[in-house]
């Protein structure tokens, strides 16, 4: 059994780790709170906007555009996001893991990867081809710097430098549940099983053409947007929720070390009292 000393030690030891992942719990759910808020304020608009995408290409089968449509998609483009940070439990490491499930089920393909998240990019840069790195972006996640990163990849897919292009990130359902998706940036995907409301109700002006060149390059700003809150929420969500359970687990081992403490303690005076008497015993002898 360790000593008094030691077991002292490894009780303030704890209780210092405790103290710091109750203050990192906190700030990840003052930051959880504002992320969480701008995603679910954010979702209606996203969903609506692909709606009315979508609407718009059921009604006219015969528009063409290179952003939309399938292709042999022999050259892939794939955008993992994870986070710059770590102690978020298994956030980064489901990522990474499905990201490498993905490229070694189309091995047989040319696939290029994108990383936004300094996790991510440490692990995947070290076996497989990463072109680009965007981990910046969370430094200061706004819908400027997004569109000029989605649009430099819009770019790419209208030169042929990729025929697909897809997302791999975690998106967000709770504080303690995050869902891994893997989601078709481009083309873009016309969802025929979806119910739509009726259109004919509607003028527009030009005409649904014009509509769609200027909406459909926004509406996929907005899904890699979108993909990034997601994430930023998840993350803060997952490392809160590590946090909690690190605190729980401190506590409990601070509470072991007392009792064990506490029993050493023990011991050391009753064989201190033992020594008392046996030695006033061998004095009357």
Do not use: W
């Amino acid at each position: 059994m360790a000593n008094l000393k030691e077991i002292r030690s490894r009780i303030s030891s704890v209780s210092s780790t405790m103290q710091i992942t109750q203050a990192m719990k906190m700030v990840s759910a003052a930051k959880l709170k504002k992320a969480q808020t701008a995603i679910t304020s954010m979702r209606p608009y996203s969903e609506n906007l692909l709606s009315v995408i979508t609407d718009i290409l059921k009604s006219m089968p015969s528009f063409s555009s290179p952003l939309v449509g399938e292709k042999t998609h022999s050259k892939r483009l794939i955008i993992s996001i994870t986070s710059n940070r770590g102690l978020c439990g298994g956030f980064n490491a489901n990522i990474i893991k499905a990201t490498k499930s993905y490229l070694y089920g189309n091995d047989h393909k040319e696939v290029d990867i994108v990383t936004i998240g300094k996790k991510g990019n440490d692990v995947l840069s070290k076996s497989f081809r990463v072109v680009n790195d965007h981990s910046s972006l969370f430094e200061n996640l706004d819908y400027q710097a997004t569109s000029e990163i989605a649009d430099k990849y819009i770019s790419k897919f209208i030169s042929g430098e990729y025929d697909k292009i897809e997302l791999i990130y975690n998106k967000f359902k709770n504080a303690a549940t995050q869902i891994i998706s893997t989601e078709t940036l481009l083309p873009y995907k016309i969802n025929y099983s979806e119910n739509t409301q009726t259109l004919s109700d509607y003028i527009y002006e030009p005409n649904k053409s014009n509509i769609l060149e200027d909406i459909i390059p926004k509406g996929i700003k907005i899904m890699f947007y979108k993909a990034l809150r997601e994430s930023f929420a998840s993350e803060h969500g997952a490392r809160m929720t590590a946090m909690h359970k690190a605190t729980d687990n401190a506590a409990e081992l601070a509470d072991q070390l007392k009792l064990t403490y506490n029993k050493a303690r023990q011991a050391s005076i009753t064989n201190e009292i033992l020594e008392i008497v046996g030695g006033a015993e061998a004095l009357k002898k």
